[in-house]
Nanobody, 123 residues
Framework: VQLQASGGGLVQAGGSLRLSCAAS????????MGWLRQTPGKEREFVAV????????RYGESVKGRFAISRDNANNTVYLRMNSLKPEDTAVYYC?????????????????WGQGTQVTVSS
């Protein structure tokens, strides 16, 4: 599975962005899909995850109530809608694929990664 993330940019605090992650390959619908983020000098942080069918969703504590993950298996795409953005949300955001619903918040469990898209939130 090859993943291509897009949609990042510069936004003011309180604003919104929607990230997209397009996947190649006919097996996209078999994978659990997640979004993780990273800032310089820090480890990658779990943001959100959606099960292969879309019926299970989990969020990291710092984004609960503000971010929404969704997926469109017909179009091999996963999305991350980010509302009420804060400066501390500034990071490179990665989409990634997990073979099964297990340690969903552990970046080491993800086996395919997109290239990342930069999100910068100004105060």
């Amino acid at each position: 599975v090859q993943l291509q993330a897009s949609g990042g940019g510069l936004v003011q605090a309180g604003g919104s962005l929607r990230l997209s992650c397009a996947a190649s390959g006919r097996t996209f619908s078999l994978y659990v899909m997640g979004w993780l983020r990273q800032t310089p000098g820090k480890e990658r942080e779990f943001v959100a995850v959606v099960s292969s069918s879309g019926n299970l969703i989990r969020y990291g504590e710092s984004v609960k109530g503000r971010f929404a993950i969704s997926r469109d298996n017909a179009n091999n795409t996963v999305y991350l809608r980010m509302n009420s953005l804060k400066p501390e949300d500034t990071a490179v955001y990665y989409c990634a694929a997990l073979p099964s619903w297990g340690d969903i918040d552990d970046p080491r469990e993800y086996i395919y990664w997109g290239q990342g898209t930069q999100v910068t939130v100004s105060s």
